[in-house]
């Protein structure tokens, strides 16, 4: 692969909670590339560190040490050499929650916009690109319903779709398959694997979901903080 | 996308509940603030009725209204030939009660000279005292209309017509007769009393007394002059109008202008901790989903948005609501409730502030949120 098609790049990367006897080594000296394209799983036990690193490339906790590039932007080197880390995640990086986490106030088409809104699309082009992805997503039929009478397949999806709104190429997600049934998480996964693909994007999931194993390219294992395989 | 109205919209019949709880609140406090003004008016009501300039009373007292004051009758004339008096006229003050149709009424009989000072300003409803004896001008407080009799005494009298906003400082309203039937309220006795006092050898000579003067100067003529050359008699003080106001803001109603204006203070401390407190708990029950819109990428000015929105719309409906309820029913109150447009603006200036401060507390905990609680463990 060339240098160019690497979208996560994390080297060195360290994170520790704590000093002296109650310091707790959440990663330790991480190193990962992930490129255009991938769908990648960070596996391992509870306390391993995979959420730690999910958050640290999501830009919302800093490490300790180590660097950091995002498509290609350097975001932390011993810092974050950027301010408007929100602005960098709206752009870059889209989030699929374990509990989907759709606003309950919105319905699914506004779950979607309000990204584009908050990225400044205007609103007449931030809806269509709504309704686009709903259809898509072929949750289309559902726009105007809100999150509590949605099933949990039809949430996951709209949530798959906001995170997908503003084309970011970081999708980061957290037990993705976790609220849905067998059938369901295969489907998702297979979504999301066209997605990286269809968008140029790379898509990294914390999962415990042996069944949808199989649908990843790169299977990244952390235990007490550190890569043990991939 | 206006994500306060949304939310509002989502949950709208607890949002209304809510406002309407706090329109209740907020209609308690106008209501003591429209008591509170209620009682200063009453208070002022009684003495700007007459339009005087200058008040003669007693020496010594500061009478009508803060003490008693009793002075010849005549004084009067003395008062109307004195240089730069327009007109004076001498009037009186009692308290009496009285049974009509079943029912007590506690009223405050004002007498004064038909033609002079001292009258209502205004009949709003049928005519002037044309009779010198039995007739009566009622507060429409009293519920008397104009045709009905009254018994006031030993005389029974003709009500004639109705006046507003006529009534003494603790709330009763007024009737006015003419000064002579009102010295004889004042005086007469029970038949059988007077036969007593005809056998002690009181043969009910002395002068009759009345309250006060009241006056009116021409135009030009020096207030301060003339309430100086009054109190040179050493029977008489004089009290220019403004001074008889203060004196009764001051001593007849300052205790209790004082406990209502208290009572107001500690009414508006609670609803500001009660607006508080609603506004922090409407903020914690959304603390999940800010830190979502964090997550996916929202900027403060968004989340303090939709929280000080919120707060203000709140703010604005409760007070909106209690507007409107106290404007249905102040007038059932059985005194006076006034409030003005002034006392609506200080109170919604308060109520913004107040939601502004409080959404700060709601402000402060939702920026303090971390993104990473939205992804979970």
Known sequence: ?230 | MNLAIKDIRHGLFRFVLTCLGLGLLMTVVLAMIGIYNGLVADALAVVKAPAADVWVVEAGTQGPFAEASSIPATTRDAVARMPGVAEAGAITYQTIEASHTGRTLRLYVIGFEPGRPGGPQRITEGRGLGRSHFELLADRKTGLVPGETIRLGRDRFTVVGLVEDAMNSGGDPAVYVTLADALTLQTAMDPAAARVQAARGDGGLRPPTVAAVVARLQPGADVTLLTATVRQWKHLSALSQSEQEQLLLASVVDRARRQIGLFLGILLSVSAVVIALIIYTMTMEKLKQIATLKLIGAPDRTIVGLIVQQALILGISGLAIGLALIFLVKDSFPRRVVLEPFNALVLTGIILMVCLVASGLGVRAALKVDPATALGG
């Not at chain 1, 490129?35 to 300790?64: D, M, R, W, Y």
């Not at chain 1, 559902?142 to 949430?155: C, H």
């Not at chain 1, 970081?170 to 999301?192: C, F, H, K, N, W």
């Open chain 1, 1 to 230: 692969m060339a240098p160019g098609d690497i979208l996560v790049d994390v080297r060195g990367v360290a994170k520790h909670y704590g000093e002296g006897e109650t310091r707790v080594d959440a990663l330790r000296s991480v190193d990962l590339r992930v490129h255009v394209g991938e769908v990648i799983a960070l596996l391992g036990p509870s306390g391993s560190g995979k959420t730690t690193l999910l958050n640290v490339i999501g830009c919302i906790l800093a490490p300790t040490a180590g660097r950091v590039e995002l498509d290609g932007d350097a975001v932390f080197d011993g810092k974050w050499l950027r301010s408007d880390l929100r602005r960098l995640r709206l752009d870059k990086i889209g989030f699929i929650f374990q509990a989907h986490n759709l606003l309950p106030f919105l319905t699914a088409e506004e779950n979607v916009s309000v990204v584009l809104d908050l990225a400044g699309w205007p609103a007449e082009r931030g809806r269509e690109r709504a309704r686009d992805l709903l259809d898509y997503l072929e949750v289309g039929h559902r726009a105007k319903v809100k999150p509590a009478l949605l099933s949990g397949g039809e949430a996951q999806r709209v949530a798959i779709a906001r995170a997908l709104a503003n084309r970011p190429r970081i999708i980061l997600a957290d037990e993705p398959t976790a609220a849905l049934d067998s059938g369901r998480a295969q489907l998702v996964m297979d979504l999301l694997r066209k997605l990286a693909s269809d968008q140029k994007a790379c898509i990294i999931a914390v999962t415990h979901d042996e069944k949808i194993f199989d649908r990843f390219d790169r299977l990244i294992h952390l235990r007490d903080g550190r890569l043990v395989d991939s």
